[in-house]
């Protein structure tokens, strides 16, 4: 999994010069990468031609040798956009609409800041969100309708700091809770006093938000927790995966899926699967050790962003092809090896050919790692620093740890913006912002020092503006990419622990346990175990499926 992360990079964006245009463009490749990138509109161009980069096969060299050359040398996209309109700074996205900073998602339309997301409208700050419309600052949540600063909701309309609703609203700052309304802190009111105490918070006042925040945190500690996110699903182990049949070591999936094993962040169904993800679904079948696969794909193995194919082995950057092996940015192409052209019989004859010398003459990294036929790409020749990519993310490590295991490490570039306004001067009430705002350069509050990847400043958009004015919602004080690494630290990693049911048997009131400390991690006295992505030191009450329902639902 490491190894396909490294080879995608979803957020991190430079300024880099067209290769096709000299314009300076917005890319994922950093400045002083060797790839040569171009604009979404000359990469699509009949100005120049992927199979001229093409060579024959060298039975000399290790076969990643040579597909690190023929990637270096083939222009390839600067940013993974698809069938997209009127979006800008959006990366490994297909059919965007008015979109800003959206990336790793499929179907959006006017929206902002979103990572993992799939038919979003209207919504800002979302992460792994799929169908909301009006929402902000959310986390795992779906389907849902004016839903803010929530995680791990379904069906919720109309409600404030929600942790594992379904099918709630007007509810402000519960957990647990389903087919809800009226509910302050999971105590229930009349529509009357509801709509009255709720006026009482300012939630236009950023402090007010804040302090929220920290309220709904001790809450969602002292209710139980469901071992695994798992709905309306047979034989499946994992976390946030709905409607699928024997899954094993999956995660968030936004879609249904079948026998898939070891594979995450998906949306549209996806079948008979093996390692793959991020960026995996999408009508797809039959895949294998590829990362960014996810769109209408079949019989695909070892690739990375390769899109409306089938028959594609160890290719970057192709689409609506089949039967290609080692080749790089090839649209609507058959029958290609290493970017050259062959007949249906040469193909055939020589790919068996190919796989034995892969086999023969493996590729052996600086650290002495063997990579022969079936493994993915080695790290070493990802075209992005590691911290870059998403492997920073999900595996972060240090540039001393990189660096000792090969790995490449990007230099924070100095950004030197011209700071107008701290956001600590920014007004505590969005009631209180000016329309000039959107003029000024607001420097995030980490300043840069935090361990987010910050940009150091961010502006506000006039559209963003209207947004925060229209839902009562204050200004941020945080750049995007310490916004985003502030929702994935909500998040529980990519890893299961074998763990037993915390239930003692006592009774909540109102779903909330007042003595937490009893229902710790093996505790309990239901005999269930099973494997969770709670690690067993955490504070959360960690139920099975049994002890969760007879309780919550
Ligand atoms: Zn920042
Ligand atoms: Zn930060
Ligand atoms: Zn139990």
Known sequence: MQRRLAFRNE????RKTSAATGKEIISIFRPDSPMKVYEHEAFYSDNWDPLAYGQDYDFSKPFFKQLQELM???????????????SSYC??????????????????EDCMYVNRGDHNKNSL??????????CYDNVYCEDSYRLFYSHTCKDCNDCYFLYDCRGCSSCFGC???????????NKPYTKEEYLKKIKEFDLGDWNVVCNIKKQVEELRL????????????????????HNVKNAYYCFDFLSGAENVKYSHWSSGEFRDSYDTGPGTGGNSEL????????VQNARCMFNFVVWYSHDVQYSINCHGSNNLFGCVSLVNKSYCIFNKQYTKEEYEKLVPNIIAHMNEMPYIDKKGRVYKYGEFFPIEISPFPYNDSIAQDYMPITKEEAEAKGYSWGEVQSKNYNITKLAADLPVKISDVPDDITQETIGCMHEGICQDGCATAFRIMPDELKFYRNLNIPLPRLCFACRHKDRLKQRNPMKLWHRKCACVGEKSENGIYQNQTKHFHGTGKCPN???????????????CEQCYQTEVA
């Open 11 to 14: 957020r991190i964006l430079h």
């Open 72 to 86: 270096v040398r083939t222009p390839t996209l600067a940013l993974f956009d698809e069938k997209s309109t009127n």
């Open 91 to 108: 990366n490994l996205v297909v059919e965007q609409k008015n979109c800003y900073l959206v990336t790793a998602g499929w179907t959006s």
């Open 125 to 134: 700050d979302l992460y792994i969100c799929g169908r909301n419309e009006f």
């Open 175 to 185: 957990a647990g809770l389903r087919n809800q309304k009226y509910h302050i802190f």
């Open 222 to 241: 002292s209710v139980p927790h469901r071992y695994a996110q798992i709905q309306k699903s047979t034989n499946a182990v994992g976390d946030h995966i």
């Open 287 to 294: 895949l294998y050790e590829s990362v960014s696969i996810g």
């Open 529 to 543: 175990e099973f494997e969770t992505s709670y690690f067993p030191d955490r504070k959360e009450i960690v139920y």
